[in-house]
């Protein structure tokens, strides 16, 4: 059982960097893929960052592709997102989920946490 809370979201200024955080209280975290999703209001939500259970592979979206980067600590049942270089279009609530695999699509992912706000003010 997978149960995923996110933290370390915020108000910054464009150029600013933050790190999310999504901790597990589950048991079998180190059995799943870990993702990063993004909604702004009134879109679709969006895949950011994966990465595997083993840490070994990572995958980015496009927009965020030397600005982010996502890790897992298998012991501590943890995984971050480090954003740099922030832009006002990386505003939004970004989820933490879990899957047996990465992939793009929302509906593919299993677990996941309640949100956190990102707001990137230019």
């Known amino acids: 059982h997978v149960q995923l809370v996110e933290s370390g979201g915020g108000l910054v200024q464009a150029g600013d960097s933050l790190r999310l955080s999504c901790v597990d209280s589950g048991r079998f975290f180190s059995r799943y893929a870990m993702g990063w999703f993004r909604q702004a209001p009134g879109k679709d939500r969006d895949f950011v960052a994966g990465i595997r259970y083993s840490g070994e592979n990572t995958e980015y979206a496009d927009s965020v592709k030397d600005r982010f980067t996502i890790s897992r600590d298998n012991t501590k049942n943890l995984v971050t997102l480090q954003m740099n270089d922030l832009k006002p279009e990386d505003t939004g609530v970004y989820y933490c989920?879990?899957?047996?695999?990465?992939?793009?699509?929302?509906?593919?992912?299993?677990?996941w946490g309640q949100g956190t706000q990102v707001t990137v003010s230019s």
């Open positions: 989920a879990a899957a047996p695999g990465i992939a793009t699509s929302p509906s593919f992912w299993q677990y």
